[in-house]
Every structure is written in C-alpha cells, then in structure tokens.
T-cell receptor
Framework: AQSVTQLGSHVSVSEGALVLLRCNYS??????LFWYVQYPNQGLQLLLK??????LVKGINGFEAEFKKSETSFHLTKPSAHMSDAAEYFC????????????FGKGTTLSVSS | ETGVTQTPRHLVMGMTNKKSLKCEQH?????MYWYKQSAKKPLELMFV???????ENNSVPSRFSPECPNSSHLFLHLHTLQPEDSALYLC???????????FGPGTRLTVL
C-alpha cells in the first residue's frame, strides 16, 4: 500500500533563507509524485510533479524537488524564501501503473518571517 | 485556477437538513474526486469517479451520497450530518485516474 510521510508539520524560515520540506513515500510500483500548495481559504494548487525521466523536477514559484529512489524521498526545496511562500504544502503519491488516486501526506505549514 | 469550480463556497446546515455540494470542471477530464479536509488531519479521499462510474468509496458513511451525472459534474448530497462532518470539502478532477489532479477552491461546511 502507498503512504506518504511529511517530516515536520511546521517549518519556519526567514525571508531569503533556504526552504526544505521533506517527503518520504512508500510504493510497491514506480510512483508518480506530486507537491501541492494550499493558501488560506483556497484549494490545492499543483507546484510540481515527477512521473518519469529527469529526477530533478522544477515547478512554479522557484520550487524544485528531487526524486531519490534509493531514499524513497521527494523533498521540496527553494533557494530563497519569500513572504508569499507562507502556506501549507502537501506531498502526494500515486502508483502510476495502477492508476490509483492520490494519497496525501499530512501537510507541512511553512511560515516565513521578515 | 478556474478550471474546477465549487458551489457554494460556504455552507452552514443543521443536522436534520438536506443539502448538496456541486463541482464542475471545464478541463475535459474523465476522473473526478471528493476529498474531506479536516483540521490537523491529512486530506481524506472520499469518492472517485472514472468515466462517470464510481470506482472508489473509502468507507464513507451513507449520510454522504455522491452523484456524477456526466464527466463534467459531480455532486455530494448531504443528509443528517453530524458536527464532526464540519470540514472543507474539496473536489478535484484529472484526465484519467492517477493523473495530475486539479482542485477546486472547496466548500467550507459547518454542521450545527
């Protein structure tokens, strides 16, 4: 069965600092991996996704994530945080071959201070 | 993102009321989903429809009744809800089941 673990329910960084949000997954078949962002009172917006091919994936708003099969990880990073990055971030996995629906992690709330 | 719309955005209802949530997608997708998002809990997948057929029901109580009349519309009929059902209900769609999902803004439901 698939599962997603996001380490740290809350991450705080200063503006301009590196953002690192951790995600580990389990999947019995090659996974599709996703990061979504949710701003207050809004739905989820896709940041980036990994399906096949290049393991370093670039997304919107300067975010990127690297798929590391050996570590079963898909951590999200951004070199320099902006105040506007404050939101909740969700990692999700889908078993590509099975075409299953997404399984989400519990989410990580990112706070950015000036 | 206006590809997936949800109405109403906010709903307050009593435990004996009957109401419906509506979701519409304008993306030409074939799969649609209902999720429940409660405070301090992961997103819970409730139902999945693929080509108008329900393919997943994750042990959702019968007081929640989904309906998918066509690939563009998805409803969630609510009846005799409990206060613990108060949550943000999110609709999503994807081209095929398992593909990238696009979410609506959600309906904030409060059950009194």
């Amino acid at each position: 069965a698939q599962s997603v673990t996001q380490l740290g329910s809350h991450v705080s960084v200063s503006e301009g600092a590196l953002v690192l949000l951790r995600c580990n997954y389990s999947s019995s078949v090659p996974p599709y991996l996703f990061w979504y962002v949710q701003y207050p009172n809004q739905g989820l917006q896709l940041l980036l996704k990994y399906t096949t091919g290049a393991t370093l994936v670039k997304g919107i708003n300067g975010f990127e994530a690297e798929f590391k099969k050996s570590e079963t990880s898909f951590h999200l990073t951004k070199p320099s945080a902006h105040m506007s990055d404050a939101a909740e971030y969700f990692c999700a996995v889908s078993e590509s071959q099975a075409g299953t629906a997404l399984i989400f992690g519990k989410g990580t709330t990112l706070s950015v201070s000036s | 993102e206006t590809g997936v719309t949800q109405t109403p955005r906010h709903l307050v209802m009593g435990m004996t009321n009957k109401k419906s949530l509506k979701c519409e997608q304008h993306l030409g997708h074939n799969a649609m989903y209902w999720y429940k998002q409660s405070a301090k809990k992961p997103l819970e997948l409730m139902f999945v429809y693929n080509f108008k057929e329900q393919t997943e029901n994750n042990s959702v109580p019968s007081r929640f009744s989904p309906e998918c009349p066509n690939s563009s519309h998805l409803f969630l009929h609510l009846h005799t809800l409990q206060p613990e059902d108060s949550a943000l209900y999110l609709c999503a769609s994807s081209r095929l089941k398992g593909d990238t999902q696009y979410f609506g803004p959600g309906t904030r439901l409060t059950v009194l």
